[in-house]
């Protein structure tokens, strides 16, 4: 199993600021991804964080807005850029090993 | 778009009582199934999957649930459920474009009372 850690667990952020997220998990992953929980909904993909190459976004979601950084194998950041309060979500991130496997989230609430 | 819907979005039981939680999904090709449980303050955790074979998978803690792909279901069970499972329970299948993007359902909170 992968024991991932989050930082920082939660965050009340004035809209129009930036947060970064940071995922550290305690073995080399290949496949790294984020996801977005908002209040009474269920997780959606945010991204694919891959290593050494630019993260591959789902559909609805944009570089500019989330920035994902991957610089090795057991590492990753997700920015929420210029944030609003529909921003305000659980922010999780997981990694693939002989499951999925999630962190224990971000709780970013946006005022 | 793929979808995944959870019926029940609040589940209260008495302890000893049988649990079932429905779980239906859009994509009629090949897709892996899973449930997911996330006790009150810890991480999202596998609760069991579905990738082929007998339809009806055993998890942990007693749990299973029966894939039934006439009705594009993957209900979870449990015969008699306790205080402990007091949690969020998320039905996820894999996307068709890939086998390792999971599409969640909205959840179901289940509150076991003692």
């Known amino acids: 199993s992968a024991v991932i850690s989050q930082k920082p667990s939660r965050d009340i952020c004035q809209r129009g600021t930036s947060l970064t997220i940071q995922c550290q998990v305690d073995s080399q992953v290949t496949m790294m991804f984020w996801y977005r929980q908002q209040p009474g909904q269920s997780l959606t993909l945010i991204a694919t964080a891959n290593q050494g190459s630019e993260a591959t976004y789902e559909s609805g979601f944009v570089i500019d807005k989330f920035p994902i950084s991957r610089p090795n194998l057991t590492f990753s950041t997700l920015t929420v850029s210029n944030m609003s309060p529909e921003d305000s979500s659980i922010y999780l991130c997981?990694?693939?090993?002989?499951?999925?496997?999630f962190g224990p989230g971000t709780r970013l609430t946006v005022l | 778009a793929q979808s995944v819907s959870q019926h029940n979005h609040h589940v209260i039981l008495s302890e000893a009582a049988s649990l079932e939680l429905g779980c239906n999904y859009s994509y009629g090709g090949t897709v892996n199934l899973f449930w997911y449980v996330q006790y009150p303050g810890q991480h999202l955790q596998l609760l069991l999957k579905?990738?082929?074979?007998?339809?009806l998978v055993k998890g942990i803690k007693g749990f299973e649930a029966e894939f039934i792909k006439s009705k594009f279901s993957f209900n979870l069970r449990k015969p008699s459920v306790q205080w402990s499972d007091t949690a969020e329970y998320f039905c996820?299948?894999?996307?068709?474009?890939?086998?390792?993007?999971?599409?969640f359902g909205s959840g179901t909170r289940l509150l076991v009372r003692p």
């Open positions: 579905y990738f082929s074979g007998d339809p």
């Open positions: 996820a299948v894999t996307s068709m474009d890939s086998s390792y993007k999971l599409i």
């Open positions: 997981s990694v693939l090993g002989n499951e999925q496997f």
